[in-house]
T-cell receptor, first 113, second 114 residues
Framework: EAGVAQSPRYKIIEKRQSVAFWCNPI?????LYWYQQILGQGPKLLIQ????????DSQLPKDRFSAERLKGVDSTLKIQPAKLEDSAVYLC???????????FGPGTRLTVL | AQKITQTQPGMFVQEKEAVTLDCTYD???????LFWYKQPSSGEMIFLIY??????QNATEGRYSLNFQKARKSANLVISASQLGDSAMYFC???????????FGTGTSLTVIP
């Protein structure tokens, strides 16, 4: 069974530029999560999808971050414009419904200069 | 209140010894799941073990076991016979049936000493 796929693995941009990350969850997983993990901290949930509907986006900085999950499968997370403090690893995870584990992708390490 | 509390920022253990990583949680939902993840320096989050709130027995997965004390709301991870490859960050997490959200602790950095 293929795991969660993410791309790109690394991205370096200058502040005020835009960037997009892509995630393909494990087949059949209805729930998809995007996390931001700053070095030395735990993951912070940005947005959670159930199929293609948003369950929780309370911590998503909506003035610059956006995310979509078309057709309830792949998802993209966009930052526009980026700030220095957005430098972090962006993790995508997916899970089945109910009390099931999340499985994570390898992450995208973003550096904003 | 914090949903998940991990009070040990860093831990050291001698190779081949056992180590316990602490985790306490807070929920009023009677149905929930508890999880432990390992994050090595490579950055990938690896699922280790799961304990359901209605499970009567402590979960075990190879060298990992979860010491579940429901009344105390604790879910400590026990790693037996530590190996050098166990050096990593360990995160405790909880998922409530109501709300379907995941909550992560701040993590414990484990270093295995040869």
């Amino acid at each position: 069974e293929a795991g969660v796929a993410q791309s790109p693995r690394y991205k370096i941009i200058e502040k005020r530029q835009s960037v997009a990350f892509w995630c393909n969850p494990i087949s059949g997983h209805a729930t998809l999560y995007w996390y931001q993990q700053i070095l030395g901290q735990g993951p912070k949930l940005l947005i959670q999808f159930q199929n293609n509907g948003v369950v929780d986006d309370s911590q998503l900085p909506k003035d610059r971050f956006s995310a979509e999950r078309l057709k309830g499968v792949d998802s993209t997370l966009k930052i526009q414009p980026a700030k220095l403090e957005d430098s972090a690893v962006y993790l995508c995870a997916s899970s089945l419904a109910g009390l099931r584990a999340q499985f994570f992708g390898p992450g995208t390490r973003l550096t904003v200069l | 209140a914090q949903k998940i509390t991990q009070t040990q920022p860093g831990m050291f253990v001698q190779e081949k010894e056992a180590v316990t990583l602490d985790c306490t949680y807070d929920t009023s939902d009677p149905s929930y799941g508890l999880f432990w993840y390992k994050q090595p320096s490579s950055g990938e989050m690896i699922f280790l073990i799961y304990q359901g709130s209605y499970d009567q027995q402590n979960a075990t997965e190879g060298r990992y076991s979860l010491n579940f004390q429901k009344a105390r709301k604790s879910a400590n991870l026990v790693i037996s016979a530590s190996q050098l490859g166990d050096s990593a960050m360990y995160f405790c997490a909880m998922r409530e049936f109501t709300g379907n959200q995941f909550y992560f602790g701040t993590g414990t950095s484990l270093t295995v000493i040869p």
